[in-house]
């Protein structure tokens, strides 16, 4: 398989970095991967926000368990319709994105590099 094919699926298969990381860019890897971690683990405890009054209701009764009256719960908190959420989802997009593109271009120029000499 081509470095250029491996380092790209690396980093979009699993996590972004990991190509950075096979082609020995430290830094990159680490910048990479503290940034995806770091917006990760905000949407998470963001998500984790929203979902934890609602667990308490349920389980005191006062939502049912069912689907209808979770999703007009999870409405009437906010937690469908969160931009913030929604903002948090497409950076890790983007970063996730940008770090696979990244990875593919250094390795396509170290390979450039290598067939002009």
């Given at each position: ?77 906010g937690a469908l ?37």
């Open positions: 398989m081509k470095k250029t094919i491996q380092v790209t699926l690396l980093s979009l298969l699993v996590f972004p970095g990991v190509g950075h990381l096979a082609l020995k860019k430290y830094v990159l890897a680490l910048g990479f991967f503290a940034s995806f971690a770091y917006l990760l683990l905000s949407l998470i405890n963001e998500i984790s926000d929203k979902i934890h009054p609602l667990y308490t209701q349920i389980l005191s009764g006062k939502v049912a368990i069912e689907l209808s009256a979770i999703r007009q719960a999870l409405i009437e908190q319709e969160n931009a913030h959420l929604t903002t948090l989802s497409y950076l890790l997009v983007a970063i996730w994105l940008v770090a696979a593109v990244d990875a593919y271009r250094i390795a396509n120029n170290k390979i450039n590099h290598l067939v002009d000499k």
